[in-house]
């Protein structure tokens, strides 16, 4: 069994317990080192390392940004055992990854916000999603409860926050925690964690509260209001991770509830303005990441699974591409590129799983996919 793997469920800045299955089906899958997608076979490279917990990706002229959770710091706290010590600093961020000269270049727009993770660096929370759109860039950040113990006063006041990121600062433009502790929309724990943001055409902000299973609207002036509150299924809670703007101009919003052995994850068709939920695909592992191509075909991240499945618009067949503990995914419009953020349970070093040691964070490009 696994120490831990994530479950983006938590307010508390903390990981949860899981079992090694996704360690077992990701082991030794690496990249192809072909230059292109020639032969019916997708090809992937390897374009950026050294990503602290790369979590949630967005694409906008010709830049991927990469949301990092951080790799928490030197202060811990916890029990007995390594699976509880969390130890919490200042290192997540917002990477941008682009072709520059020849070759992939990568570049911290901000940094300095707060962090949690395992004592390796591994499993943290902390900046999770991203969104970038007509030049402006936002991010969202998990939520501490008091209790949890975290410092006062910047940057901590970040945690819970829709950000707006300019000049390698983070200003805070929502409280998106503030939703959930004052009325409580899914009526379960109190507990939030934005862990997804979209930036709308109409300046609008829409965030997945992955703790309070909704989404939260943020007007262009900051208001904010629950949109959709998530059902439960299958015996446990929606958890939504991400989110995407479909070619309808529909909403689409993944979910975690589903693991490898069980696929019963959903991606949820909702109405932007109303909020309305107004259909779903299934069968998916835990999501943690979606995206449209230029053709309306859907891709789906699937953590536990390892693997990004690309659902056909045209009938909906699937075909799928391995990756190692995969996150955020992004799709370039005008060539079809597929990003992927891969180890995204691991810190530029890598982290320990059933006694082995995994590669660091890492975005990966897939062609012929």
């Known amino acids: 069994m696994a120490r831990r793997a994530y479950k983006v469920r938590t307010g508390q800045l903390l990981v949860a317990s899981a079992t090694g299955v996704a360690l077992a089906v990701t082991a030794g899958v690496a990249p192809a080192s072909s230059a292109s997608g020639s032969g019916g076979k997708p090809v992937v490279r390897v374009i950026a390392t050294g990503l602290d917990n790369p979590r949630q990706l967005s694409y906008g002229n010709g830049r991927v940004y990469v949301a990092e959770a951080g ?9 007995g055992s390594p699976e509880e010590v969390q130890c919490i600093g200042t290192t997540a961020g917002v990477t941008k990854v682009f072709w520059n000269g020849g070759s992939w270049q990568q570049r911290r727009l901000v ?28 991010g969202v950040e998990t939520w501490a409860p008091p209790e949890a113990g975290v410092p006062e006063g910047r940057p901590w006041n970040t945690l819970g926050k829709l950000l707006g990121i ?11 925690a503030a939703v959930e502790l004052k009325h409580n929309p899914h009526k379960a724990t109190i507990e939030s964690n934005p862990y997804g943001v979209l930036a709308l055409p109409d300046g609008r902000k829409i965030v997945a509260d992955a703790a ?6 943020v007007s262009p002036r900051g ?9 439960d299924h299958d015996g446990n809670e929606s958890v939504p991770t991400s989110l995407a703007l479909g ?9 975690l509830n589903g693991e490898a052995a069980k696929p019963t994850a ?10 309305k939920i107004l259909g779903r695909q299934g069968g998916f592992g835990s999501i943690t990441g979606i995206a449209f191509n230029g053709s309306g075909d859907l891709y789906v991240s699937q953590l536990f699974a390892g693997r990004v499945t690309k659902v056909a618009h045209d009938g909906g067949k699937r075909t799928s591409v391995k990756v190692p503990f995969p996150a955020g995914v992004a799709v370039d ?12 349970v691991a810190d530029r070093d890598g982290t320990v799983m059933e006694g082995k040691k995994t590669p660091g964070g890492q975005l990966w490009k897939i062609l012929g996919f």
């Open 212 to 217: 309070g299973n909704d989404l939260i609207e």
């Open 247 to 255: 070619p309808d101009g529909k909403l689409y919003v993944g979910e």
């Open 223 to 231: 208001r904010t209001r629950a949109l959709t509150v998530f059902p």
């Open 71 to 79: 790799r928490g710091g030197r202060t811990c706290t916890g029990g």
């Open 333 to 344: 419009p005008y060539d079809g590129k597929v990003f992927v953020s891969a180890w995204s």
């Open 111 to 138: 940094g300095g916000l707060p962090s949690s993770a395992a004592k390796d660096g591994g499993f943290a929370v902390g900046l999770n999603g991203v969104s970038a759109l007509d030049g402006g860039v936002w």
């Open 266 to 275: 959903r991606v949820w068709r909702v109405d932007p303005r109303t909020g």
């Open 166 to 176: 300019t000049h390698g600062k983070a200003r805070i433009a929502a409280d998106i």
